[in-house]
């Protein structure tokens, strides 16, 4: 290790956050043996969050598997963990101030702090039996109240909104779902596997509620309907309200780091100050292949963390990672490679009616994003599936061609 990283105690400000948990793995792993100090509110050490919408809210699973590092961990490895909400960062003087007034000193900081979900700004939104799901606390509120044959409404049909509409509806719970576009997922995965998951959804017994909002919640003292700008009056007991998130940058409001949609950084995840790093959901990186993106995807917290902490050690490989997700829904598996905002082609192979299909996003021409439905593997895991050679296309800006994306019999890898 190079003397000057002697003395290096970077801050985390994420305790909770998958980033900030692989960040003090990897510092360690990569042989720092200074301070590590993790600061953060929620009570549970670094885990994921994908079973909070799925197996953990239908009480499939425990938490525990979901640790980033096990939680003896932290002890073992000298990482100190902070309960604390960070209320100020002030990089003149090098430290972070915390609710109570605690002070604690950088000479290194990474902020991780993730997203928060948005409110929806309607009349009644405060009524008890309104949820939101981020949280453990979040995710067990729901929990108790997500009783077999309760109405639920939720709003949104993203990838927490539908996540969370198929785990009710496995739970026994009676779901409608109101979101602005024409199919769950539209805006991220297109009309075509947007019509296919629609079509998983109201199969299950999903009532879904296109083109519409929710403008108002009714009810005396607790949550009774929900009114939609089409005029529908929504009977129903509880609604969780999952229209996406917002990075969380309140603490570094005024401290200099230059915020735009996050915390704007680097390919080395460096911010505008020198020393201030930042990865995870709240990180809007400059990334080689994609241009300048914030992800809130599991697979890039964890890379991303760990390709921090490597920088903040002084490495200078640039961080780009095809970015990958999954979406578990139901008995139906979503796996995705690659980033793709807007696209002017889609070609898909496989057969929609089997919901056994891969999709593919093209941009001029170049390959920016792929999709498999219930096929293709998963693009972390299996590298001969169909995904991961997508990822290998899309990594070497491949310009296929889209009737070889099409054809069953080509092999991706020869394109
Ligand atoms: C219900 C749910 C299901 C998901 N499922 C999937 C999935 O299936 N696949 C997938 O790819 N992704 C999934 N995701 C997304 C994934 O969990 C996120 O991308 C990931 O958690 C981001 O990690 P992070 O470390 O950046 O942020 P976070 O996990 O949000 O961690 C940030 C931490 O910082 C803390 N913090 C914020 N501000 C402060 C402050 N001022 N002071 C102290 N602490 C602070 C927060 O409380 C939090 O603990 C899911 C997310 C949710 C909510």
Redesign the pocket.
Known sequence: MPDQLLDLAPLD????????GVAARTLRKDGYAGAVVL????PTPPF???P???TYLRGEEALSGWFVNPEDWYDDNRVERVG????RVDVQAGHVELAGGKIIRYAKLLI????ENRRLDVPGADLPGIFQ??TVADCDAIKEAARPGARALVAGMG??GS?VAASLTQMKVRVSAVFPGAAPLESVLGPEIGLLMAGIHREAGVELIAGDQVVRFEGSGRLERAITRMGLKLECDLAIVAVGIKP?V??LEGSGIALDNGVLVDALCRTNVPGVFA????ANHLHPLFGRIRV??????EKQ?AAAASSMLGADTEYAYVHT????QYEHKLEYAGHARTWDLFVARGSAKERKTVGFYLSGGVLRAAVGLNRGGDPEQDEHGELAAAARLIARQARPDPSALADENRDLDRL
Do not use: C
Request: glycine letters at 20%.
């Open positions: 400000l994420g305790r909770q956050g998958m980033a900030g600061v953060g509110h929620e994921g969050r994908p909070l919408s799925k604390a909400t960070a209320t991780a702090t993730g997203g799901l981020r990838f927490i996540e969380s309140g603490v990865a995870g959901d709240v809130e995807h599991y697979n890039n917290a963390g997700f999954w979406s578990d």
